[in-house]
């Protein structure tokens, strides 16, 4: 069983940047690859980049590319998310997912373990 808990969510202008967290309660943290989804009011939750187990590879969805960078620190058992050049559209409940199978990153049935979600508002 794997807990993670998003934080550094918040309300930011167009053009301004936040860092998001997801800290893992496992110490198997390592043997997991990550990822983070989102999910706007009134959409589906669509795949925002996933990072391997050991960080080595990265994968974004095409409207992030350029923007977002996704990193994790194993030893401190933590996924990141570093947003910048945020616009209005990135508005949405952010969540980062664990899993331990080799299945389809972008997936999010590839995923088995959630967290709560984290809010974020990018204003014009």
């Known amino acids: 069983q794997v807990q993670l808990v998003e934080s550094g969510g918040g309300l930011v202008q167009a053009g301004g940047s936040l860092r998001l967290s997801c800290g893992a309660s496992?110490?198997?943290?390592?043997?997991?690859?990550m990822a983070w989804f989102r999910q706007a009011p009134g959409n589906e939750r669509e795949f925002v980049a996933a990072?391997?187990?050991?960080?080595?590879?990265?994968y974004y969805a095409d409207f992030v590319k350029g923007r977002f960078t996704i990193s994790r620190d194993n030893a401190k058992n933590t996924v990141y998310l570093q947003m910048n050049s945020l616009k209005p559209e990135d508005t949405a409940l952010y969540y980062c997912?664990?899993?331990?199978?080799?299945?389809?990153?972008?997936?999010?049935?590839?995923?088995?373990?959630w967290g709560q979600g984290t809010q974020v508002t990018v204003s014009s």
């Open positions: 997912a664990a899993r331990n199978t080799q299945s389809e990153y972008s997936d999010y049935r590839s995923y088995d373990y």
């Open positions: 496992s110490g198997t943290f390592h043997r997991y690859a």
């Open positions: 990072i391997s187990r050991g960080g080595s590879s990265t």
